[in-house]
């Protein structure tokens, strides 16, 4: 796989540092953010090849992030994960599917499933 740069997104700081440290060493550039507002305003100044958002953080969500990704940069690719319980993990990660997510990761995941995950959503 191609280094990629990668907008990851996660109100979970210490998810966040483990995800960038399974990306990083593989030779992606990772830009982290913990809100959807702030990625959102990112999207507008920068493009990626790849957005890993979790579905539902506080504020601007997941599902919002995909929608104005699909505004600002229509050509990143995006990976939604969930498990938090808050909602009915498997509906709301299928209506993020709906929505314009490439691919969804239910957590727990392992390393394994993440690049999987990666692999097929870029080759869209």
Do not use: W
């Amino acid at each position: 796989m191609n280094s990629l740069t990668i907008l990851l997104v996660d109100d979970d700081a210490a998810q966040m540092k483990t995800l960038k440290g399974h990306l990083e060493p593989k030779g992606h550039r990772v830009t982290v953010c913990s809100t959807g507002a702030q990625a959102v305003a990112i999207l507008e100044k920068q493009t990626f090849n790849l957005v890993i958002t979790d579905a539902y953080i506080p504020g601007r969500d997941g599902i919002e992030v995909i929608l104005e990704r699909g505004k600002t940069d229509a050509h990143a690719r995006v990976i939604a994960l969930s498990g938090d319980g808050r909602f009915g993990t498997d509906q709301y990660l299928l209506l993020v599917k709906k929505l314009g997510a490439d691919a969804i990761l239910k957590r727990p995941f392992s390393t394994e499933q993440l690049f999987a995950a990666i692999e097929a959503a870029v080759k869209k």
